[in-house]
């Protein structure tokens, strides 16, 4: 059972430029800035994502680029709002489009880019993949500047950074959404930054990179902290109950029912009957939980 405290959150107005984003100020000096649900689109320039910003005396730390260029440039003005401190680092948290493709913005205005060895990999991996999904979805305009630029700093399981007297702890459990996942923890605040390891909100999606069981883990292994303050990677800044209930509970209740089918001889066709009805009240729930069904089959069959 993990413990929890409530989070004491601030809503901030933003002027018309802000679009999609809102921010929360979630302790002192230390905001989420929520992106949409939904797919990306030209409205939103990718950024249908939670990010966020650690502000100090000698610079800002901003949690995942965004999604394109002009997504970044989007971010950029919402800080803008909150602080005159310029990004001098950005962490990527992972390979998904919204958590790096901006970084080329980031870098042309001095920020250091810093991820995991396997975020690296994975970017590098499926960077052209991204990148032709985006013109589909955002449009050539929309992605106009955005080209795949590689972190500065990479780190194997965890990099400390201390920035204005505040420490910055990043670490990489393991393969979860992606195979280079990582949380960003700040110890004097008791706040989490989790990337795509916690979705709130919206039904999180398992994609053929995935891990379900290193999914799992890699929730064990932030919630062990015991945030009082959670940020996730797709959904409105919580607390750890609440991260526990929309993406913990429902790995491990998907994990347990399939389990339990191919125990009983399940193939996959079938498997996208499994029951997941306790949780219909998370958004994109009938777009992406027969999907997820299959893919978790997938990965059990040989585990």
């Known amino acids: 059972m993990f413990r929890f405290a409530l989070a004491a959150l601030a809503i901030l107005p933003l002027p018309l430029f802000a679009g999609t984003l809102k921010t929360v100020e979630?302790?002192?000096?230390?905001?989420?800035?929520?992106?949409?649900?939904?797919?990306?689109?030209?409205?939103?320039?990718?950024?249908n994502a939670t990010f966020g910003l650690i502000v100090t005396d000698e610079g800002a730390v901003l949690v995942d680029a965004g999604g394109t260029y002009k997504g970044a440039a989007a971010l950029d003005e919402v800080i803008g709002t909150l602080t005159d401190q310029p990004v001098k680092y950005v962490i990527d948290t992972g390979g998904q489009d919204h958590r790096w493709l901006g970084n080329g913005y980031w870098k042309e205005h001095g920020a250091e880019i810093i991820t995991s060895?396997?975020?690296?990999?994975?970017?590098?991996?499926?960077?052209?993949?991204?990148?032709?999904?985006?013109?589909?979805?955002?449009?050539?305009?929309?992605?106009?500047?955005?080209?795949p630029v590689y972190a500065d700093t990479t780190f194997d399981e965890s990099y400390t950074l201390t920035l204005g007297g505040r420490e910055i702890e990043?670490?990489?459990?393991?393969?979860?959404?992606?195979?280079?996942?990582?949380?960003?923890?700040?110890?004097?605040?008791?706040?989490?930054?989790?990337?795509?390891?916690?979705?709130?909100?919206?039904?999180?999606?398992?994609?053929?990179?995935?891990?379900?069981?290193?999914?799992?883990?890699?929730?064990?292994?932030?919630?062990?902290?015991?945030?009082?303050?959670?940020?996730?990677?797709?959904?409105?800044?919580?607390?750890?109950?609440?991260?526990t209930k929309d993406t913990y509970d429902y790995l491990t209740n998907l994990r347990s029912q399939m389990a339990d089918y191919i125990d009983e001889g399940g193939d996959i066709i079938g498997s996208v009957n499994v029951d997941q009805s306790q949780f219909e009240y998370l958004e994109d729930f009938d777009t992406l939980a027969k999907r997820n069904a299959q893919a978790v089959f997938s990965q059990m069959e040989w585990e």
């Open 170 to 243: 990043i670490t990489h459990p393991g393969p979860a959404h992606t195979p280079g996942d990582s949380f960003v923890w700040l110890p004097a605040d008791k706040v989490m930054f989790t990337g795509d390891i916690v979705f709130v909100g919206r039904i999180l999606g398992v994609l053929d990179m995935s891990s379900s069981i290193g999914w799992v883990e890699a929730f064990e292994a932030m919630a062990a902290y015991e945030p009082a303050h959670v940020v996730p990677g797709h959904g409105p800044a919580t607390d750890l109950a609440t991260a």
């Open 26 to 47: 979630v302790a002192p000096n230390t905001y989420a800035i929520e992106g949409p649900f939904g797919q990306r689109d030209a409205e939103n320039l990718g950024n």
């Open 117 to 147: 060895e396997d975020a690296l990999a994975d970017q590098e991996a499926r960077a052209s993949l991204e990148l032709t999904m985006l013109d589909a979805l955002v449009g050539n305009e929309a992605l106009a500047g955005t080209d």
